[in-house]
């Protein structure tokens, strides 16, 4: 029997889904015939090698492309079959042969984790919705999803006392893949369970620290206490920057330039991916200038620290915050809160606060408002005194 050619063809329609991707597709040549297997797999342009016939230039690309040769290798399992049963062979037949297996929908979500573009810690958070949805019920199927399904996995999340809004991001997790299933027509519309299930967040109370508060860190003596003392000036480095953890953790000396003799922070923020430009010399009365001038001959980042330490900070800085006598209880965060609560008291505009946060949009920085309105108080009190 004539042997069937295999190829990868990628993007045979010529159309980008919404993502800016197009499906691989295997290829089946046979006697001036052809017939199309979908991979299932979705990549961008840049990510194909047209002469090799392969995936490049993803963070995956190796689990990607031995997946693709699999796919090909089931292919000609399923021929071979075909031909030593003895039954006709026809390409039509290889398509009915190659029946794939139903994907449950947490098999579908795993895979899809593995195979984006995701940020490593971003990946985590999703990991960490698919294992609860697991341990709510093992090897979800798509047509377990209705509005029920939605309000009983949240019930369970409740009774395991998870935050309100700790609830509505893995919910909101849930929903991206929802919508990529449906996306690549494994999902049905007119099922969609978010049309009537409706993520609801609670407004928090966002803890940040007075100048008193401040001082009382920074008074703090640590010096023979070497880990304290970098989580403490690791901590007082984003009071007097507004960095967030994963960007404090990632700066090196090369982020520090002299403009006008003047020091200045340029960085692009991991999380909104926003380019950042602080001028140091402004900010708190150049608090952080001395601080990077104690870490700034260490080799790699500033401070030398795991991205994935945030949680060992944390631990920490409740120890520093007894030690300073701190009435209240500070994570890392707390910092960046302290950093924008404490400009826009003392009459920083909004949308300059957003500038130095990396605020994409000033709706961002408008949680504060409450603090705005203080300051609108303090200036009107002003201006009845003259």
């Not at 922070?265 to 909104?272: A, F, G």
């Not at 991205?307 to 300073?324: F, G, H, T, Y």
């Not at 909004?350 to 000033?362: A, E, P």
Request: charged share 30%.
């Amino acid at each position: 029997m004539e042997k069937v050619i295999y190829n990868l063809i990628f993007n045979r329609k010529k159309q980008l889904n919404p993502e800016g991707k197009a499906l691989i597709q295997v290829e089946a040549y046979w006697k001036k015939q052809k017939k199309y297997f979908s991979t299932k797999v979705y990549i961008k342009p840049c990510q194909w090698d047209k002469k090799r016939r392969s995936v490049r230039n993803h963070p995956n690309m190796d689990a990607l492309n031995h997946y693709l040769q699999d796919f090909i290798v089931d292919l000609e399992k399923k021929e071979l079959n075909i031909t030593q049963s003895g039954r006709s062979f026809s390409l039509d037949g290889l398509k009915e042969e190659f029946v794939e297996r139903p994907q449950s929908f947490t098999q579908f979500m795993l895979k899809e984790i593995k195979n984006s573009n995701l940020k490593v810690s971003t990946m985590k958070n999703h990991g960490s919705t698919l294992h609860l949805l697991e341990q709510f019920k093992p090897n979800v199927d798509f047509d377990d999803f209705n509005f029920n399904f939605l309000c009983d996995f949240e019930n369970y999340l409740l009774k395991n006392e998870y935050h309100r809004n700790t609830i509505a991001k893995h919910m909101k997790h849930l929903k991206r893949y929802i919508n990529l299933a449906i996306n690549k027509d494994l999902f049905e519309m007119h099922k969609y369970p978010f049309r009537k299930y409706k993520i609801r967040y609670m407004e928090t109370k966002r803890t940040h620290l007075t100048p008193e508060e401040l001082h009382q860190l920074e008074s703090l003596r640590l010096d023979r206490r070497a880990s304290l003392r970098k989580c403490l000036d690791m901590f007082l480095f984003s009071c007097y920057t507004g960095l967030r953890f994963s960007d404090v953790v990632r700066i090196k000396k090369d982020n520090f330039l002299y403009i006008d003799d003047k020091l200045w922070l340029v960085y692009s923020s991991v999380k909104t991916d926003v380019n950042v430009r602080l001028p140091l010399s402004l900010l708190f009365e150049g608090k952080s200038i001395p601080i990077y001038e104690r870490y700034k001959h260490n080799p790699r980042t500033l401070f030398n620290s795991s991205p994935d330490s945030n949680s060992n900070i944390n631990k920490q800085l409740v120890r520093i915050a007894d030690m300073a006598k701190l009435e209240k209880r500070i994570s890392f965060h707390t910092a960046r809160h302290t950093n924008a609560t404490l400009l826009l008291y003392n009459g920083a505009n909004i949308t300059t606060v957003q500038k130095l946060l990396g605020h994409k949009s000033v709706r961002t920085t408008e949680i504060y408002s409450n603090i705005i309105d203080m300051t609108i108080v303090r200036d009107l009190e002003k201006i009845n005194t003259l």
